[in-house]
T-cell receptor, first 113, second 108 residues
Framework: DTAVSQTPKYLVTQMGNDKSIKCEQN?????MYWYKQDSKKFLKIMFS???????INETVPNRFSPKSPDKAHLNLHINSLELGDSAVYFC????????????FGPGTRLTVT | KNEVEQSPQNLTAQEGEFITINCSYS?????LHWLQQHPGGGIVSLFM???GKKKHGRLIATINIQEKHSSLHITASHPRDSAVYIC??????????FGTGTSLTVIP
């Protein structure tokens, strides 16, 4: 029983393509997050949703759009992929916002060629 | 300048040693998280602190709100503790900043 799952685990695509990464949590949590870890292993928050409402929307290109169809899912859609988008993307969830322990997904390694 | 600074950047210890990793932040925070990233890439939350001290097994995390400083201690270190340890601060205004991580290697 995976608590926070992401698909796909690996994604290799060409510049200019549109791709999505899916995230699902079965913990009954109200808050979900997307993080980006760059090649230097530095983590940065991208988005956070609480009860399907966007609460953190960091300065990321508007080519990145989160979609939360329900509390258990937070998908990340990326348009017009660029080389600099290559990174590992982590999804996470927590019971509520803001000061609760977070549970991380296994990560999706995106490589843009 | 990063809002959250960690030290040391790299740390090598002998098995059994007591280890301390430090995290400093520049503004008042609501909470501070300690995370562990395994060599395989997976991330696990170790602690979430807003005051005082927490202990889980051989791991202890402390936070001093006045000094804007938190420490993660590992007692009786073991090679399986080898990982990257990351602190992350939740700041007012819904801001969330990560430290650059401390890479720990414990040698048998």
């Amino acid at each position: 029983d995976t608590a926070v799952s992401q698909t796909p685990k690996y994604l290799v695509t060409q510049m200019g393509n549109d791709k999505s990464i899916k995230c699902e949590q079965n913990l009954g949590h109200d808050t979900m997050y997307w993080y980006k870890q760059d090649s230097k292993k530095f983590l940065k928050i991208m988005f956070s949703y609480n009860n399907k409402e966007l609460i953190i929307n960091e300065t990321v290109p508007n080519r990145f759009s989160p979609k939360s169809p329900d509390k258990a899912h937070l998908n990340l859609h990326i348009n017009s992929l660029e080389l600099g988008d290559s990174a590992v993307y982590f999804c996470a969830s927590s019971q509520d916002w803001p000061t609760y322990e977070q549970y991380f997904g296994p990560g999706t390694r995106l490589t843009v060629t | 300048k990063n809002e959250v600074e960690q030290s040391p950047q790299n740390l090598t210890a002998q098995e059994g040693e007591f280890i301390t990793i430090n995290c400093s932040y520049s503004v008042g925070i609501s909470a501070l998280h300690w995370l562990q990233q395994h060599p395989g890439g997976g991330i696990v939350s170790l602690f979430m602190l807003s005051s005082g001290k927490k202990k889980h097994g051989r791991l202890i995390a402390t936070i001093n709100i006045q000094e804007k400083h938190s420490s993660l201690h590992i007692t009786a270190s073991h090679p399986r503790d080898s990982a990257v340890y990351i602190c992350a601060a939740f700041l007012p205004g819904n801001q969330f900043y990560f430290g650059t991580g401390t890479s720990l290697t414990v040698i048998p």
